[in-house]
Each structure stands twice: as C-alpha cells, then as structure tokens.
C-alpha cells in the first residue's frame, strides 16, 4: 500500500502547505503507522482492519438509479475482492448526502485504496447523480462493537457521525474512550445498537459512528447528561469543534464480521 500512501501524503501536504523536508517526514511516519498497525494487536481475521468511505452530494432526481447500479453492478464486483468484509450505505435526504463504507481486513489488496478498473464504469455512470465531487477516504479501524445486527434494519435504522480532530498526545486516550463510550451508550440508552471508531494517528482525524435502532432512540440520546459530560471531558483533546450529521441507513451486507471489543 506504499503507493496509496504517498499519494495520501502529497494530498495532506497540497492541502497544508507543508514545505519538501515536513512532507517527507509525513510519508515516513505514515508508512511506519500503518506497518505498526499491521503488526499490533488486531490480528483477528473477523474484525475490519480498514473502512474506506466514499461520499458525495447526490441529485435526488436520479437517487435511485445510482444506488440500484451500486447495490446490483458494483458490489457484486467489490464483494469478490480479498479481504471484504461488508458495506453499510448512509443517507441523508434533508441535505442530498450519501456515504458508503466498506469494510475491510489485514488481507484487502491495494484496489480499496484507488479506483478499481473492474468497477470504473460503474463509477462514471453513478457519478451522473453526483452533485459535488467525491470524496474518497480510508481509516483504521479502532472500535468495533456491533452486537446485535438484526436490529440494524436499513430504512429505519439510523448513525451519527461525530468527526474530529485529535491532538497527537491524546490519540490513545481518545481511542479509550470511544470503547467507554460504546459500553455506555449499550447499557444506558434503549434502541443503541453498536458503534465503530475510524481513524487516521498520523492526520489525527477520527470518527465516530453510532448506530441506532430508529431516529427517534438516537433523538433521546443527544440530551443526556452522560454525552454532555463527555464532550466537556473531551474537549481539551481535541482541536476545533466536533462535526455532527446524521443519516439513515439505506443498505447493510456486514456478512461474517464479529464484534471485537
């Protein structure tokens, strides 16, 4: 995955301006990241190592032509690759935004990170409902707790995404307390279903999905003292202001995967 990883890295450093000697320094670490990653301890083969997400504004008018072509074309295609693991597919219709995550294990080839020929013109067909460019993003894998998929019904249940910035000295602690958080939110919140924690150490980006039963149970649980309580906690950790959205989930294939704590 070198090559995806350079590519990643001279995107960051377009982005951020970062002179020759900082971008070299980023490739390094990144690379060393994910070779550290690799070897750490999430080795069990049931448990996704990456999600790529893909997401996009889309023309409500040709929604369901595009997702017809991705659901019945394309995912046969990608679920036939090494390493696949399973799809969850987002929308939200008050905004015209889709995301779809696929997930992937320690045996994924380099094609989840670039765009697969096998696929492409799938891709340039569906990319006649998008109404913005797309955005094409992978993650670690850091939490994964889905304990009871059969009540993850698509068209009724719901995720929030919380997406941040961390400050490189809290990167573990935060990752701690996703895990706390999921526990929590299990115990003391009817209609919670499960969560998964996606992040990138060296960026320090993460997100965090929570999934729910229906709109109305993750509704009830926004209030709470106990996610009030969390984000005061957190807030020291993190650079700027956490981004909320919510969506509904359209499509769900997580076929064998396992929750790992």
Not at 47 to 64: A, E, F, G, I, N
Not at 89 to 112: C, I, K, P, Q
Not at 229 to 246: D, F, T, W
Request: contains cysteine; neutral net charge.
């Amino acid at each position: 995955k070198s090559a995806a990883i350079v590519a990643d890295s001279c995107r960051a450093a377009a982005r951020d301006k970062i002179n020759l000697a900082t971008f070299v320094e980023y490739s390094l670490r990144r690379s060393v990241a994910v070779v550290s990653e690799n070897q750490g301890p999430m080795r069990d083969s049931q448990r996704p190592r990456y999600v790529r997400l893909t997401s996009s504004s889309y023309d409500p008018d040709r929604l369901d032509s595009a997702l017809a072509l991705f659901t019945n074309a394309s995912m046969p295609v990608i679920r036939d690759k090494p390493g696949y693991q399973g799809v969850v597919t987002l929308l939200n219709r008050d905004h015209n935004r889709v995301m779809a995550m696929t997930f992937w294990g320690a045996d994924a080839s380099d094609d989840l990170l670039g765009l697969d020929p096998e696929t492409m013109g799938d891709v340039l067909s569906i990319s006649r409902s998008w109404t913005s460019p797309l955005v094409r993003e992978t993650y670690s894998v850091y939490v994964f707790e889905i304990r009871e998929r059969e009540r993850l019904v698509p068209g009724a249940a719901h995720a929030r995404l919380t997406t941040i910035r961390v400050r490189p000295e809290y990167w573990d602690a935060v990752v701690a307390a996703g895990h706390d958080v999921a526990d929590a939110l299990e115990h003391e919140q009817s209609g919670f279903i499960g969560a998964v924690g996606l992040g990138d150490r060296i960026t320090g980006k993460a997100t965090f999905v929570e999934l729910w039963e229906n709109r109305a149970a993750l509704r009830a649980s926004e209030t709470t003292a106990y996610r009030q309580e969390r984000a005061a906690r957190a807030a020291r950790m993190l650079i700027g202001v956490p981004q909320h959205s919510i969506f509904h989930i359209e499509h769900l294939d997580l076929g064998p995967l396992q929750t790992v704590s």
